[in-house]
């Protein structure tokens, strides 16, 4: 099995449908399609009448379900991608590409502050909040991509195993990011499309949950700290 795909879902039938048609056929072709899921809604079987393969875990958090579906898979190129939609899966053969033609180690799919439509307000406000207190916190470390806290993201599974991730919840890129650069990783990125929510929810998880982002930071302090 050349590619693993990971979709870590929290109630999102509106939008796992198409996350999962998305992908290309050609890496279809070559790729297993796990659903890590702790949802009460249908996301799980709709994803399963998709052909994906659902592991429905008993605790919720981004980083324990990614830990487990890699766990269970046997890809050797781990893909992630959220399952609202707002990951264009036919963009993973960049991805690819770009982890091939630039030997990289983890390769992101990137958004900026352009690709954020006129008007979606609060997801413009958002960004500009990410721009002035995450952004130069990941300069400062030397990751200096777009977007370091892309969801949507490629690595190798040697690579996986040589980061050892211990993060249960969203921190768990911010985590790979801060051990990817202490080990001199090749880090790359691409350019994507901002894409609206399959549910038509704009509101940014920045305003619905700000502590999120004092989390991310404290959690950037400290791996880089410890892991000096």
């Given at each position: ?75 050797e190129i ?26 990289a180690n ?118 880089f700290k410890?892991?000096?």
């Amino acid at each position: 099995m050349k590619f693993s795909i990971i979709i870590a879902t929290l109630n999102e039938e509106a939008g796992i449908a198409k996350a999962i048609n998305s992908i290309p056929k050609e890496i279809r072709s070559q790729a297993e399609i796990i659903v890590s899921d702790v949802s009460t809604d249908s996301t799980p079987q709709i994803a399963e009448k998709l052909r994906a393969r659902v592991i429905k875990m008993k605790e919720k958090g981004k980083g324990r379900q990614m830990r487990e579906a890699v766990k269970q898979s046997k890809g050797e190129i781990l893909i992630f991608m959220d399952g609202d939609a707002t990951d264009p899966g036919e963009y993973i053969p960049k991805l690819i590409k770009k982890m091939e033609e630039t030997n990289a180690n983890i390769a992101l799919a990137c958004r900026s502050g352009e690709d954020f439509k006129e008007d979606n307000k609060m997801a413009k406000r958002a960004y500009w909040l990410y721009a002035i207190f995450c952004l130069p916190l990941f300069w400062l470390i030397g990751m200096k991509v777009a977007d370091p806290l892309a969801g949507f993201r490629a690595i190798s599974r040697k690579d996986w195993d040589l980061l050892d991730l211990k993060s249960d919840y969203f921190e768990i890129e911010s985590e790979m990011n801060v051990k990817a650069i202490k080990k001199n990783f090749i880090i790359r990125e691409i350019h994507i499309p901002h894409m609206k929510r399959a549910d038509g929810i704009t509101e940014s998880k920045l305003f619905a949950d700000p502590v999120m982002w004092l989390k991310i930071v404290w959690t950037v302090l400290k791996f880089f700290k410890a892991e000096k």
